[in-house]
């Protein structure tokens, strides 16, 4: 009964919570008066309807802030500061600094600014609890830093530390993570796995590898949660067992223990989960009351989103909370079964992944089928390689490190199995719901066969395999260019890849494409080649092409150094070099000679089947003017619409259609005079920042 009222709470409080992040603070005024007056009939109504209420009040406060600091104006152009660092940098991730002092012509004055993000690169690594000097150019770029938002972005040209981290909580748990990062070696995989494990720092992981621990449903494993909670207050005990194990004292040690191990993982919404309900079982432990996990569970969510109520929304919350709650609702769904240890781990599994099935949908779209067997067969590796990179960690001995590695090599080759099995959309989930109905009482079964039928008919008539015609589809990649040809003997060139791999891996998983016969790097700059990281490894490719630039840059080098290792023939492109790709015909117009601008050097190609396509990189005016006389019948506008394209080619070039491959920037992209230059043609424009994928057949004119 207390379980059923604190899920209830919880509950309440997360409807509030939610409604107050949606409809701002009046409406959530409106709202609580009202439902205050309606709860009044029951004793049991008014607590809910209070418990809702308060939530309204958290999520509006959440929704208050949010809103508060991404509309606040900053100094913009170059800028010099004093703040504390809140959230770390990473790979491709800037800190967050929250400003205490702005330096100005009249000397320093204290400035309560709103949160900046700061790099992704400052030249030294800036940790939580610091307090940091910063000069840089700032720009007023409102986003979002870990769900955390901010009011804009800091390009650092000098950066000093001038305060550690001060508290207990801080120093110690800075001191515990700069120990994982000294012990283990995050530019190996495994062992960047492992340090996934232990503090949930998946900055050594590539985003390909943390992708397929995601399809394979093993992300959890690098989220830190419960068990990892539970392993770390087993060794908090063991290293403070000289203060005694009185409730009240292990209560105290307990709490101290979880507020470090917050901050070694830094606070990620599925620890502060675990660590919540441990805590409530320690405290009510301490007072003498006995309380269960659903107890735990309801207080745990319930505090938090009274506390924070931006967590409503938040994904890891979500899947936190729900796997949780499978976990205890299923766990004796194979009780009596022999081995226990084996059916218990299954249980929880399967439970767990389908609690959070309706999540993964609205948030990803496609479920991991097998997630439970990838799941069996990696919580004992991970537990092994936890525990060892823990003993690691603790005694620096070689030895452990060794094996918590090739533990944690074992997970990943499973992820990079498990990746590659069926991911189950809305009607694949339905399928297989519908399938275990049919082994339900005959009452069920009627419904579910019917059911089954409308979901298989919806799978079958789903649209698969290669066009009917030779296709070209552009990628919403946003910031970036990544183009598909396709032909209908299932040949497929890729052309730039943007700059995320894990949006580009989603665009070819959403087109079913496999192998890669051409894959083209226009040029070096990251929002055309940044996408391709991993995917020589990745999928079959058949020959790379790529400009003959004395200045690649970084991405392109190593891409260019993985197909060579992978002896993948490349091509230094020249004009005339001609690749078949089934019935469509690519050949090189570009670049005509060496420039000194990479963008000028991109590959320009000519894709001729029925109809014309023109891609033609990032080239500028320069550029352009040196290209033959051209009418294709689609043109892909060059450099996202930048305003670096000469406007007297662009209205010679067009054809009956233009497509820009744009996302949210603060280039100024696509520019107001390309836009008119287009307008002014009459073609017709296709954006992909504002349609998503773009797709015109080739085939007949």
């Known amino acids: 009964m207390a379980g059923r009222w604190a899920l209830a709470a919880a509950g309440a409080v997360w409807i509030g919570a939610w409604l107050g992040l949606h409809i701002g603070p009046v409406a959530s005024i409106a709202v609580g008066l009202t439902a205050l007056l309606v709860a009044v009939r029951s004793v049991s109504t ?26 606040a104006e900053i100094p913009t152009g170059t800028i010099e500061f004093v703040g504390a660092v809140t959230e770390d940098d990473g790979p491709q991730r800037p800190a967050v600094v929250q400003p205490e002092a ?10 309560s600014g709103p949160p900046l993000g700061v790099g992704p690169e400052p030249g030294i690594p800036l940790v939580a609890g610091q307090r940091v000097r910063i000069a840089g150019d700032a720009r007023q770029v409102p986003g979002r830093i870990r769900g955390d938002p901010i009011a804009g972005r800091v390009t650092v040209t000098d950066a000093e530390v001038i305060g550690t981290a001060g508290g ?34 998946t900055s050594g992981l590539s985003p390909r590898d943390l992708d397929a621990l995601r399809r394979s449903g093993l992300t959890h494993f690098v989220a830190v949660s419960g068990s990892n909670v539970a392993l770390f207050l087993a060794a908090w005990w063991v290293v403070t067992a000289f203060v005694g194990i009185g409730p009240k ?130 919580a004992p590796l991970v537990t092994g390689a936890t525990v060892t990179g823990s003993l690691a ?112 891996i989603e665009g070819l998983r959403r087109h079913h494409i496999g192998r890669i016969d051409l894959l083209v790097a226009t040029h070096g700059d990251a929002d055309h080649v940044g996408g391709f990281e991993g995917i020589i490894d ?27 290792a992978s002896d993948v023939p490349i091509d230094r492109v020249a004009p005339g070099i001609a690749y078949t790709l089934g019935a469509l015909d690519v050949e090189a117009l570009g670049p005509a000679r060496r420039y000194a601008e990479r963008n000028d050097g991109s590959i320009v190609l000519w894709v001729s089947a029925g109809q014309t396509l023109l891609l033609p990189g990032d080239i500028g005016a320069i550029a352009q003017r040196e290209l033959p006389v051209l009418d294709p019948d689609i043109l892909l506008v060059p450099h996202h619409g930048s305003a670096s394209t000469d406007t007297s080619w662009l209205s010679e070039t067009v054809g009956r259609s ?43 004119p």
């Open 249 to 378: 004292r292990r209560f105290a040690v307990g709490v101290l223990g979880l507020g470090i191990f917050v901050v070694v993982t830094r606070w990620e919404a599925s620890v502060l989960r675990a660590a919540l309900m441990a805590a409530t079982v320690l405290g009510a432990a301490a007072g003498g009351v006995a309380v269960d996990a659903w107890v735990a569970i309801g207080v745990a969510a319930a505090v938090l989103l009274l506390a924070s109520g931006q967590l409503a929304t938040d994904v890891g919350f979500q899947l936190s909370v729900a796997a949780t709650i499978g976990i205890l609702s299923g766990s004796g769904i194979f009780a009596g079964r022999k081995p226990r240890a084996l059916w218990a781990t299954l249980g929880a599994a399967v439970a767990a992944q389908v609690a959070v099935v309706p999540v993964l949908l609205v948030h990803f779209g496609t479920v991991p089928l097998m997630s439970p067997v990838a799941n069996l067969f990696s």
């Open 393 to 504: 960690v603790v005694v620096g001995w070689a030895p452990a490190v060794a094996v918590s590695s090739a533990l944690a090599g074992a997970v990943l080759t499973i992820a990079d199995i498990a990746a590659r099995w069926p991911q189950l959309g809305p009607a694949g989930v339905a399928v297989t719901a519908c399938g275990a109905l049919l082994i339900r009482p005959r009452r069920t079964r009627s419904a579910a066969v019917a059911a089954l039928a409308i979901a298989i008919g919806v799978a079958v008539l789903a649209p698969r395999g290669p066009p009917n015609e030779p296709q070209v589809t552009f990628l919403d990649v946003g910031q970036g260019d990544a183009v598909l040809l396709l032909d209908p003997s299932g040949k497929v060139a890729l052309v730039d890849g943007g700059r995320d791999p894990l949006i580009l």
């Open 102 to 111: 702005l330096r100005t012509p009249d000397g320093w004055r204290s400035w």
């Open 658 to 700: 233009a497509v820009i491959s744009v996302g949210t920037n603060t280039y100024g992209h696509p520019a107001p005079e390309i836009q008119k230059v287009l307008a002014d043609a009459g073609v017709d424009v296709h954006v992909t920042m504002e349609i998503g994928d773009i797709s015109f057949g080739l085939g007949v």
């Open 168 to 201: 207990p909580f801080f120093v110690i748990g800075n001191a515990v993570r700069d120990r994982v990062r000294s012990v283990l070696d995050t530019a190996s995989r495994s062992e960047a796995l492992v340090a996934g494990f232990l503090i949930g720092d």
């Open 538 to 564: 990745d999928r079959a490719i058949g020959r790379l092409w790529v400009p003959d630039h004395p200045d690649p840059g970084p991405e392109l080098e190593s891409l260019i150094a993985a197909a060579e």
């Open 46 to 71: 008014a607590v809910l309807m209070a418990l809702v209420v308060a939530g309204l009040i958290s999520g509006a406060c959440a929704a208050d802030r949010i809103s508060a600091t991404m509309a």
